[in-house]
């Protein structure tokens, strides 16, 4: 029986931000992952994520997302490495489509910096882009693109120089409450701690099944294109985009060296669980994706260099969950970030911290628990 005051269980992105805003702040932290370091089973890999600060999710993503510029920049500093790489985003649409619209609403909410371009003004500004004549672009300048496997590594390396002790390939056999703490079982033995904080994204329904939580795990399949026309998208000219039309939602990222033109949908998946993942793609599903990449960036859908797929964990609404077990105050959730929620990691990672040591700290109510399951919970009391 080894003793922490907090142990995290779950190392990807919210895991190792945690893990970090713990550490850094004086308080003894072991960290369990059930994969290697670096692994691509879960939601923290695929060489891109994108930042962005005009939310069209919701404008009360703006603080949080201002917050993890300032700590991603923090974390470049202190690990000498750089994470983020400018390249402004672009937003398409119809005016009156969620996407635009709520971009719109988050820029003018918190006057943030951008333009409203007209389909023939954008297409001027970024060769290479095809609109329909009513649809609009929203430039951001102030977005770009994070490196997802240096930034979890960054985070980790940081956690372990402030004290904290990380274990890859260690799975929770189970974990349960002990006294006023908690005790973990791992193959590699039992561990105590004051405090528990479950990070396992995709895998944390299987964690809290008392909780019957509404959460839904989706694949999501990325494509890595060779863009036809050598440099038009190259991203030290051109944005990542997203766009909304009657087909769905999708993410486009520029061109990088060695990485093409990487292209997904976002807004659904195929329903799977971390165990019965289909990790293989059919031709059809990419030619899908290509017919849909070249409706808006009509010379990038080339030769296919390589696919992925990642795991989305998504609640109801797409806002985050981050709370407090509702029978178990000294176990905190933090996970369901439902496709968007990597940019905020040193952020949570804070928030998390805060919720797990300070009995007086409350999440923001967009993340609480009980905005979907008031009537579970009330019955499992």
Partial sequence: MRSSEVIVIGLGAMGAATAWALARS????????AFRRGHDRGSSHGKTRIIRTAYYESP???????RAWTLWRQLEAESGQSLLRMTGGLYVGRPDSSLVSGVLASVRAHELAHELLEASEAMARFPGLRLAPEQVAV?????GLIDPEAAVAAMLDRATAAGAQLRHETPVIAWAVDGDGVRVETPAGTFRADRLVLAAGAWLSQLVPELGLPLEVWRILQVHFAPQAGGRYA???????LWEDETGLYSAFPELPGQGVKFGRHDTGEVCTPQTVRRTATSE????LRHALERYWPEAGGA???YL???YTVTPDHHFLIDRHPLRPQVVLCSACSGHGFKFAPAIGELVAALAIDS?????ALFRLERFRRESIEAAR
Avoid: M, S
């Fill in 304 to 306: 296919v260099l390589w």
């Fill in 60 to 66: 009360e993503y703006v603080p949080l997302v201002r």
């Fill in 139 to 143: 430039f951001e300048p102030e977005a």
């Fill in 26 to 33: 004086g308080f003894r932290v072991l960290g369990l992952d």
């Fill in 235 to 241: 991203a030290d000219r051109f944005p990542f985009a």
């Fill in 285 to 288: 599903e990419i030619a899908e």
């Fill in 309 to 311: 797929t990642c795991l």
């Fill in 360 to 364: 007086g700290a409350q999440p923001a």
